[in-house]
């Protein structure tokens, strides 16, 4: 089960957060409309319609959280590189949209994807 289930955070229904476990996602929009694609252990995200890239693989903690490392980053002055982790935790998920924070050195924030396939 879930943490978040477990503590009552599902707002009303339950997390379908497998729907995270693989497929093609969009966060961002207009001209920084970024996608990620998750298969397997794999995680790549295209920014800039593939001109950069940043490559991670994924560990799940458990169904509703994970720590992405970053192998490969080719975004101009990004401010993390490989080596550095970034844990998502799931808070929500409405059809097609899935609602998370993410943390990597002790900065977090949070998002939101779109699954688009």
Request: net charge neutral; hydrophobic share 30%.
């Amino acid at each position: 089960i879930c943490l978040f289930t477990f503590l009552g955070f599902t707002n009303g229904g339950d997390k379908n957060c497998a729907l995270l476990h693989g497929g093609t996602f969009t966060y961002g929009s207009g001209e920084d409309l970024v996608t990620v694609e998750i298969k397997g252990e794999d995680h790549i995200e295209n920014h800039k319609g593939g001109k950069y890239f940043i490559k991670s693989k994924i560990k799940w903690v458990n169904d509703c959280e994970y720590n992405m490392t970053m192998t490969e980053v080719t975004i101009p002055n990004f401010p993390y590189k490989p080596g550095d982790v970034m844990n998502v935790v799931i808070n929500k998920v409405e059809k097609n949209e899935i609602f998370y924070t993410s943390t990597v050195n002790g900065k977090n924030w949070p998002g939101k994807f779109t699954k688009v396939k």
